[in-house]
């Protein structure tokens, strides 16, 4: 019942946005804000460049790059650092003080990002506006070492295996013992474990290993470069998507790439989903636009990259059937055969250009040996388990096997479900494509912050009530902070999660409430309706 629960309330959330679109609120000044109020501004186009929310944000980044050489996922070798005068920052109170530092410089990211919601809820702020603040904001990270999370240099580690004649769908980048700059900087619990990932990004990774060989440094800084390309995808895959699905542009890019979970994880990680999901956003725009064919080569190279993608494909064939002329089924037969020769046929290039085998698909299973609470079939068994071992001295395993075995019977129930009811095609189909796609990263096995952007980056081009946004602020926050700066899971450091549970809703209540703590003794609503949103976003239309 927990788990579903858990599914239904994720439903739930994406079935509120409204397609009607409430008045557009204006921003209150009186706390630093970018601009003056006048009332000439109100039902004018937006224009307005928030410089001061821009700087904040990019000070907050430059901090997370200074400190990140201490406090971040630092090389076990370090030839800049390791022997010279600033090493101090590597160890003891040195790297203590780097840590704190680098809190401090995300908690400018994520005063800068609500700041930047209230110009964007309040009409204040078109989309280039926020385009260029999260492009501001990422560019310090470009050249940082990999912030919350080490998994860059297992990216690293199984590009080098098939260059060393050693298959990634076998065996882990521990075997490369004679490259100690790639293997030992590989997260232990990933040294033994073969690549979950697919065949184009085991192109891929081979392709930046090639260049930079064992400098994990300037391969770090190329992968992140490389995997961009999914950044790039999605900034030009979203205005289209939002004229097709009835979102607001501006909101669209405050909520999928502004976002700290994209400026700090996707892209300062870096991880190798936000080539996933620009490779899908991308795809799904040709589907709308009658592009079929490139749209479904799109999405099959995203499924190339993480098998997480496959299940969108079915809901892009509603698509193309909705688009052809016949009776229902025949649309759909039509569209499912052409789909799957597209889909083999592309699959079967890019497996051979990788120079790998079908050996990914058994290997798909390494990121089930990850137990953590993030997931709910997981924490539905963990929490059995601890309920249990009060009066008997029993194994985990068993509870969070039968429990894992629920939720995937549950999203099987949920995948089916959503994709017959989408067979109509045309937005609803996407918005069901994106629910299912969060129910995948909600009730797998194993459940990692940066998955919950698989559906939501579509789901931003949807159309938002305010009054829901406050909670997408605190979770954004809160995913990241799930993992320290090093790249550990803090999942069980029960008084940090306390902080960080506390941290996420004071970002939350920022967004709409002016001094949430009341701290300046003036608490007030952040947001006042002043009148109807301006009819066109000139970077929209």
């Known amino acids: 019942m927990a788990l579903i629960a858990r599914s239904e309330t994720v439903c739930n959330l994406l079935d509120a946005m409204a397609t009607t679109t409430d008045p557009a609120p204006n921003l209150d000044t009186t706390l630093g804000a970018d601009f003056e109020k006048t009332d000439e501004s109100v039902g004018k186009p937006a224009t307005g460049m928030p410089v001061r929310t821009i700087a904040l944000g990019t000070l907050g980044t430059l901090l997370i790059l200074l400190t990140a050489v201490g406090a971040a996922g630092i090389l076990v070798r370090d030839p800049i650092l390791g022997d010279g005068p ?19 410089g995300f908690a400018l990211v994520v005063w800068a990002w609500v700041r930047l919601g209230r110009h964007v809820l309040a009409s204040r702020v078109d989309a280039r506006a926020v385009l260029i603040a999260a492009l501001c904001w990422m560019a310090p990270l470009l050249v940082s070492p990999p912030v919350f999370t080490r998994d860059v240099f297992s990216y690293l580690g199984q590009g080098m295996l098939p260059l060393q004649g050693f298959d990634p769908y076998v065996v882990g980048p521990a075997q490369l013992k004679d490259m100690p700059d790639i293997s030992q900087n590989v997260h232990a619990f990933w040294q033994t474990t073969p690549a979950p990932y697919g065949p184009l990004f085991i192109l891929l990774a081979k392709g930046v290993v090639s260049i930079t060989g064992e400098d994990a440094i300037l391969g770090v800084i190329l992968m992140r470069l490389t995997l961009a390309v999914g950044l790039g995808l999605l900034i030009w895959a979203l205005p289209g998507l939002v ?108 497996t051979l250009a990788a120079g790998v085998n079908l050996g990914w698909f058994p290997a798909l299973r390494a990121p089930a040996m990850i137990v953590n609470w993030m997931s709910p079939p997981t924490a539905v068994g963990e929490f059995l388990h601890w309920l249990t071992s009060l009066l008997f001295n029993v194994s985990k395993e068993p509870f969070i096997m039968v429990t894992r075995a629920i939720g995937a019977v549950l999203l099987v129930y949920i995948f089916v479900r959503q994709w017959w009811a989408a067979r109509e095609g045309g937005p609803d189909a996407i918005r069901r494509m994106a629910i299912v796609l969060l129910c995948i990263a909600l009730l797998s096995p ?48 029960y008084p940090f999660m306390a902080a960080a549970i506390v941290v996420s809703i004071l970002a939350a209540k920022a967004l709409t409430i002016i001094d949430p703590l009341n701290a300046f003794g003036h608490k007030r609503p952040a947001l006042v309706d002043v009148g109807p949103a301006p009819r066109k976003d000139p970077i929209a239309d």
């Open 86 to 104: 600033l090493s101090w920052i590597r160890y003891g109170h040195g790297q203590m003080l780097a840590t704190a530092i680098l809190y401090i």
């Open 243 to 350: 004229k097709h699905l009835g979102g607001k542009l501006p909101v669209a890019l405050w909520l999928a790439v502004a976002s700290p979970m994209t400026v700090v994880h996707l892209f300062g990680g870096p991880h190798n989903d936000i080539l996933m999901v620009g490779l899908l956003a991308a795809g799904t725009l040709c589907m709308l636009n009658r592009k079929h064919v490139i749209g479904i080569i799109l999405a099959t190279l995203a499924m190339a990259v993480k098998a997480s993608a496959a299940p969108a494909l079915p809901f892009l064939v509603w698509i193309w059937a909705k688009h052809l002329k016949g009776t229902f089924w025949r649309r759909f037969v039509r569209a499912a055969s052409i789909s799957i020769g597209i889909f083999a046929t592309t699959f079967t290039l890019v």
């Open 446 to 493: 194993a459940t990692l912050p940066w998955y919950l952007t698989w559906g939501f980056v579509i789901a931003a081009a949807l159309p938002w009530q305010v009054n829901r946004l406050p909670f997408v602020v605190g979770l954004s926050v809160f995913l990241v902070l799930t993992y320290s700066p090093a790249g550990e899971d803090q999942l069980y450091n």
